[in-house]
């Protein structure tokens, strides 16, 4: 359903944030905008219990968004209502449902991997890797060092800082060749 409603639009999936990661995704967002106004966010917060937490901060950012399980009743219909409309340019969508961020990811044209910025030790970098996608983590990946490692060795992922984030996204998206060769290495 994602595909289709973001037709004609590039993702940033950031998956398993936590609690500090989603108020820096917002920041650096209209910079990525300006760089590519073709873009639309998936968020997904690592644990479920914070899916209202999120959707608070996204209420009070004044931004675009929308709840994936919004569009749960929309999967029966044979015709679209309000709620089931395509994605549009600058939207995020708050992942708010289970099992599905594996599949997001390989619709992504850059992957935030969360739980890195925060020192809570990341979260799997493989899980956007096997869909050959450029990777982004924060400078906290413990719970994930050899693989994080191997693929830093591979030029493979591209390590950040809070403060380094938008530039180093904004980069892997208006650069269409390098972006492409780090997720096949990836």
Known sequence: LLKAFAAGLRLVVAGSTLEGEEAALLEAWPRLLEGDPQLAMVLAPRHPERFGAV????????????????????????EADSSSKPLNPAQIVLLDTIGELASVYSLASVAFVGGSLVPAGGHNPLEPAQFGVPIVMG?????????????????????????????????????????QAMGDRA
Request: aromatic share 6%; with cysteine; glycine share 4%.
């Open 139 to 179: 400078p906290n990946f413990a719970n994930f060092r050899a693989i994080t490692e191997d693929l830093l060795a591979h030029d493979a992922i591209c390590i950040t800082e809070k403060e380094g984030l938008a530039k180093n996204l904004i980069d892997l998206l208006c650069n269409r060749t390098e972006p």
């Open 55 to 78: 959707a608070a901060l996204l209420q009070n950012s004044g931004m675009g968004w929308v709840k994936r399980s919004d569009w749960r009743a929309a999967e029966s219909l044979s």
